[in-house]
């Protein structure tokens, strides 16, 4: 929980900084620490929404199994 | 253009490593007496046991993704760190990320996605996902570094997120939401479009598209407000659902990047141009005549437009790179090779008076146009008025250039009564005094035997077949 609080906190200080800070960039330096720190924000959220949309997939197919019992039933019954 | 030229030309080499091969400590590629291997340094032996009986390798090479290859009993360049030689299947032509068009890019970094969830799914993952791990063969994406796959290790980050928003992402956007010219600058950014480059860049209302926000704009001030920080990355770890949610989120920012190749003065060449459907059959027949005359194995289209004469070519089965300036006509000539499931074209955008250079960590990384030479056979066609009279470029170096990178020569020589070169000359001073069909053989003479000339029906052009002079 505790690594899970310094990633949202993380995520807000980035989208902060986002908003406010404008200037030149230090190519020179390393840009990995950033991208690995920005990774685990980015992917907590995106592994979310990953879930949501497996979650979404497995109800649609759920009704559409469902819904394709009953038309194949009703067509059955003629 | 070959990782086999060598055996091509019919030199004889002993081995020797791949000057672009030194930055994995997993091995390296090395030429022995013309043929290409990669040796597996023992440092690396548990992955690629690994990537070999788990499946993986299997899986991607049914899928077509990664290069097969095969084991062999070779002595390497430096045997001490040797675990083991393979032989990777040959890829006839090789090209860079700033030569392709944007859906190539696309297309190969969707690949190189694929690969990676295909890899997730067998407990690996890529450690290395450069641009220059993919070549095209036979018309599709094909990842080349066999020893680009690591175990995969419960709560690890993608160590090469950066490396695929850089290479792939970030010119994809550019190229998408900007300019499509913008992939240029993987000719100067060799590691991959700078992030923070990239965001400054990218117009505003990229900034309301959540992927491009999130792996491009955000990313880039991540790295800014991190740099020169130190992190303790032991205490981070990131979920195995976390990381498949990535490579999802990167999949889908690349499948929602579109580009409509339309516009662009070449692309619509062949519905704007001086040939008479008469003129242009016959220019066609020639072009296949000549084609079977010099039995080419690999062709190079200069100035191909959407590949009309480079179809002709690989319709006989010779491997034919269709270069042109104008990524409108690549993308065009591209997205015709895949619908048709055409295996021997390969387009790429190309300025051919300012040619890939030999780039990179002492200029060897990168091969340049010359160094991925000779082919068999150059088709020049509705070319040289270009060169020549758009570009101020004398004849006689346009003859030696072409003499430098090809043995057989078809070319079409455009006269100044012809309605193309007046239109060029419309807006220019009429400085071209030498340019004269007597001139054009003449200078040509010197570095190539004429075998034969025809002029073609209903028009004011000549096609010539040239052998280039023994020296």
Request: glycine share 6%.
């Amino acid at each position: 929980m505790k690594s899970l609080g310094h990633l949202i906190t993380l995520g807000i200080l980035v989208t902060f900084l986002y908003f406010v800070s404008v200037g030149e960039a230090y190519a020179y330096l390393d840009p990995g620490t950033g991208s690995y720190m920005f990774q685990l924000a980015i992917a907590l959220l995106a592994g979310g929404f990953f879930a949501i949309k497996l979650y979404w997939r497995r109800i649609k197919a759920f009704f559409g199994s469902v819904l394709s019992k009953r038309k194949n039933g009703g067509k059955n019954s003629d | 253009m070959s990782f086999q030229k060598e055996k091509m030309v019919g030199k004889t080499v002993t081995s020797r490593r791949i000057p672009s091969s030194f930055r994995d400590p997993s091995g390296f590629l090395f030429f022995r007496e013309g043929s290409i291997y990669r040796q597996v340094n023992t440092v690396y032996k548990e992955d690629y046991d690994r990537l070999m009986s788990c499946g993986l390798y299997e899986a991607l090479v049914d899928t077509r993704v990664l290069i097969p290859h095969q084991e062999v009993d070779v002595e390497s360049v430096k045997s001490d760190e040797a675990y083991k030689v393979i032989e990777p299947e040959p890829v006839p032509c090789i090209s860079y990320p700033y030569e392709w068009c944007f859906s190539q890019l696309k297309d190969a970094a969707l690949a190189t996605l694929k690969i990676q969830k295909i890899s997730l799914d067998h407990g690996m993952s890529l450690k290395d996902c450069s641009a220059y791990n993919i070549q095209f063969r036979k018309g599709r994406p094909l990842f080349i570094d066999t020893l680009s796959f690591e175990k995969y290790r419960e709560g690890e980050p993608w160590v090469a997120y950066r490396q695929f928003c850089q290479h792939f992402l970030a010119p994809l956007a550019l190229m998408s939401c900007k300019d499509i010219r913008l992939n240029q600058l993987l000719r100067v950014h060799i590691d991959g479009v700078p992030l923070d480059l990239a965001s400054s860049l990218l117009p505003f209302r990229t900034r309301f598209v959540f992927s491009l926000l999130s792996h491009i704009h955000l990313h880039a001030k991540s790295q800014k407000y991190y740099a020169g920080k130190t992190v303790d990355t032991s205490t981070h770890r990131m979920a195995h659902r976390s990381f498949l949610g990535l490579i999802d989120s990167l999949e889908s920012a690349v499948k929602k990047l579109t580009w409509e190749p339309q516009g662009t003065e070449w692309a619509e060449y062949y519905k704007d141009t001086s040939y008479s459907p008469n003129a242009l059959r016959h220019k066609r027949e020639l072009a296949s005549e000549l084609l079977d005359r010099v039995n080419a194995k690999i062709v190079w289209d200069l100035g191909a437009n959407v590949g009309m004469f480079s179809r002709i070519a690989a319709g006989k089965g010779i491997a034919t790179v269709s270069f042109d300036i104008d990524p409108a006509a690549v993308e065009k000539n591209y997205l015709e090779c895949v619908r048709r499931g055409e295996t021997n074209i390969l387009p790429l955008v190309f300025d051919l008076t300012n040619p890939s250079p030999n780039i990179g960590w002492e200029n060897q990384e990168r091969m340049s146009l010359l160094e991925r030479g000779p082919a068999d056979t150059v088709l020049a066609l509705a070319l040289i008025h270009h060169l020549a009279i758009a570009n101020n470029l004398p004849l006689e170096r346009i003859a030696s250039f072409l003499g430098r990178i090809c043995s057989s020569l078809i070319i079409e020589f455009v006269p100044k009564s012809d309605s193309q070169v007046e239109r060029l000359l419309s807006t220019r001073e009429d400085i071209f005094p030498e340019y004269t069909q007597e001139a054009f053989e003449s200078e040509f003479g010197r570095y190539f035997s004429i075998q034969s000339s025809v002029r073609i029906r209903d028009s004011e052009r000549t096609l010539y077949l040239m052998r280039k002079r023994e020296t």
